[in-house]
């Protein structure tokens, strides 16, 4: 019963760990992009 409850556990973190990395690294990509088309406009 607890090795169930702490795959579940062990799942569950690194289910949200990897969404905090994606999340970061889409932002990333979101900044760099703006700078980009803020780069076209001005040349």
Same mark, same amino acid.
């Given at each position: 019963?607890?090795?169930?409850?702490y795959?579940?556990?062990?799942?569950?973190? #690194?289910?949200?760990?990897?969404?905090?990395?994606?999340?970061?690294?889409?932002?990333?990509?979101?900044?760099?992009? #703006?700078?980009?088309?803020?780069?076209?406009?001005?040349?």
């Open positions: 019963m607890m090795t169930q409850i795959k579940q556990f062990i799942i569950y973190t #690194m289910k949200k760990y990897l969404c905090n990395k994606f999340y970061k690294i889409h932002l990333i990509l979101k900044k760099i992009i #703006m700078i980009q088309e803020n780069y076209g406009d001005t040349v």
